[in-house]
């Protein structure tokens, strides 16, 4: 659909890339007149949202996963880079922050970097761009409040010149976080295991965070926690979990389900870059994975 000033401007007022959690809007959203035969578009339900995400790639929507899993606190895909100056994304999150609450806006940035910045066709106005993940990081688990990441197949990238349209657009993403003083990574789909993917896409509990939240702060969960903690390690993990219902008075599926919330949270160590299989014992080594993940992407300085 070509821009029109009327549409700009409607989009903008429905709040579009505006607010966090379910209340955010991506700027760029999936509809039935979008398509793209290079892209495998994602209207997807996520861990701890009621809204759907709208993932521009089926990388994204991988990483996106992962990142869930190394436990974001929210994660706004599509997030609007917006040409003109507007609040610091870290003042978003956290109004007390401090620092500089003013961005100059992507139109100063790439000016700034000789890049051009183009207009919607027939408007004097330059194109909102959009950065594909900004995930929100609790501080336990890193330094950065916001961490920004562009998600482009290492194929592609590589294909590119240095002075490409590609590289370009990716030099902006980077500016742009450097003046919102957030980290930006560029990431790969292909730096995660296929194995991990799966498993993420068949444990992620895709249940409102409130709802989560309660059931994993319940005396009934910690019950059932202190039950298979170590005798799924000894006993296939589906029969560690039976066990638990039948002392605690669940019922078979809420026992399963809480064993596979278990695994998600790492509450239980299961290594998900090697099958899982509720038919044998767990193997231990997710929590050193997870680890050493949250420190490569959250962990870095600027």
Request: with cysteine; charged share 20%.
């Amino acid at each position: 659909m070509k821009m029109t000033l009327k549409k700009l401007t409607e989009m903008i007022a429905e709040g579009r890339g505006i607010g966090v959690g379910d209340k955010y809007q991506p700027w760029e959203q999936i509809t039935r007149r979008r398509g793209s035969p290079f892209s495998n578009l994602n209207l997807t339900p996520v861990p701890h949202l009621v809204r759907l995400a709208h993932f521009l790639s089926r990388g994204e929507r991988e990483f996106g996963f992962l990142l869930w899993w190394l436990g974001v606190e929210d994660l706004r895909e599509q997030y609007p880079l917006w040409p003109w100056p507007h609040r610091q994304p870290v003042s978003q999150v956290d109004p007390e922050s401090g620092g500089v609450t003013t961005h100059p806006g992507m139109a100063e940035v790439a000016g700034e970097a000789g890049i051009k910045l183009g207009k919607y066709p027939g408007l004097a106005v330059p194109v909102v761009l959009s950065l594909d993940l900004l995930a929100t990081v609790p501080p336990d688990i890193g330094p950065h409040r916001l961490v920004g990441f562009s998600c482009k197949p290492k194929a592609l990238f590589h294909a590119w010149a240095p002075d490409d349209r590609l590289r370009e657009r990716l030099e902006l993403d980077r500016r742009y976080c450097v003046t919102a003083e957030i980290p930006h990574r560029l990431i790969h789909p292909e730096q995660i295991p296929r194995t991990l993917i799966v498993q993420l896409h068949w444990l992620a509990p895709i249940v409102p965070f409130a709802a989560i939240s309660k059931l994993l702060a319940s005396h009934t969960y910690q019950a059932f926690l202190d039950r298979i903690k170590t005798s799924a390690y000894a006993l296939p993990a589906s029969n560690a979990a039976s066990e638990a219902a039948r002392r605690l008075g669940l019922s078979e599926q809420d026992a399963q389900q809480m064993l596979r919330i278990a695994i998600w949270y790492q509450h239980v160590d299961a290594d998900p870059t090697r099958p899982i299989s509720m038919t044998r014992p767990l193997r231990p080594g997710g929590l050193a994975i997870r680890e050493q993940l949250r420190t490569e992407f959250f962990g870095r300085s600027l």
